[in-house]
């Protein structure tokens, strides 16, 4: 079945470091993929989004492309800020979720950004 | 716009206690609505989804159950709660369709003591 394997965190970075975080998945057919992040004690935010190969969605500053060659959908900035830490997680929406909208999610990845 | 509200914000209960936590969602009509768990420094499970009034599926066989009376509300509910049951609670939505995104509640945060 469809899947999402996410880098292990924590990820510890400095502020205005530069951030990836690994995401890359298993799906039948064409899947939409999404970035959420949810900051502590709150739901989870869409990030960003990308619908088909070669797309690139983009918001805040961070970015990802949809790799569909490498099956990877990878989460860049390229100067973090403190306000950035959080968890986030990468999902996506395959071809058994055309009926239902459920979404497949990696299991999380915490980014802690120290001043 | 949309908007999607769960409360109570925060609970404690007992075990053995009955539970009832309630979403709404605003500004649409005949959504796809979510229940999820979040344990504590864990990923997200998906409990339960709905694409229509009545119509429930369970995807974890649990101590839990929802309901959808209304197009726009979805209950989560236990007759007698366990220790197990401790964790954070989130609603979503989506557009019906193929390969929308979901839209997240701001979450119940139950302890049950």
């Known amino acids: 079945g469809d899947s999402v394997t996410q880098m292990e965190g924590p990820v510890t970075l400095s502020e205005e470091a530069f951030l990836t975080i690994n995401c890359t998945y298993t799906?039948?057919?064409?899947?939409?993929l999404f970035w959420y992040v949810q900051y502590p004690g709150e739901g989870l935010q869409l990030l960003l989004k990308?619908?088909?190969?070669?797309d690139k969605g983009s918001n805040k500053g961070f970015e990802a492309t949809y790799r569909k060659e490498t099956t990877s959908f990878h989460l860049e900035k390229g100067s973090v800020q403190v306000s950035d830490s959080a968890v986030y997680f990468c999902a996506l929406s395959g071809h058994g979720s055309s009926n239902t909208g459920k979404l497949i999610f990696g299991q999380g990845t915490t980014l802690q950004v120290k001043p | 716009s949309q908007t999607i509200h769960q409360w109570p914000a925060t609970l404690v209960q007992p075990v053995g206690s009955p539970l009832s936590l309630e979403c709404t969602v605003e500004g649409t009509s005949n959504p796809n609505l979510y229940w999820y768990r979040q344990a504590a420094g864990r990923g997200l499970q998906l409990l339960f989804y709905?694409?229509?009034?009545?119509?429930i599926s369970s995807e974890v066989p649990q101590n839990l159950s929802a309901s959808r009376p209304q197009d726009r509300q979805f209950i989560l509910s236990s007759k007698k709660l366990l220790l197990s049951d401790s964790g954070f609670y989130l609603c979503a939505w989506s557009r019906k369709g193929s390969y929308y995104e979901q839209y997240f509640g701001p979450g119940t945060r139950l302890t049950v003591t």
């Open positions: 799906a039948t057919g064409y899947p939409s």
């Open positions: 990308a619908t088909k190969a070669d």
């Open positions: 709905s694409v229509g009034i009545g119509q």
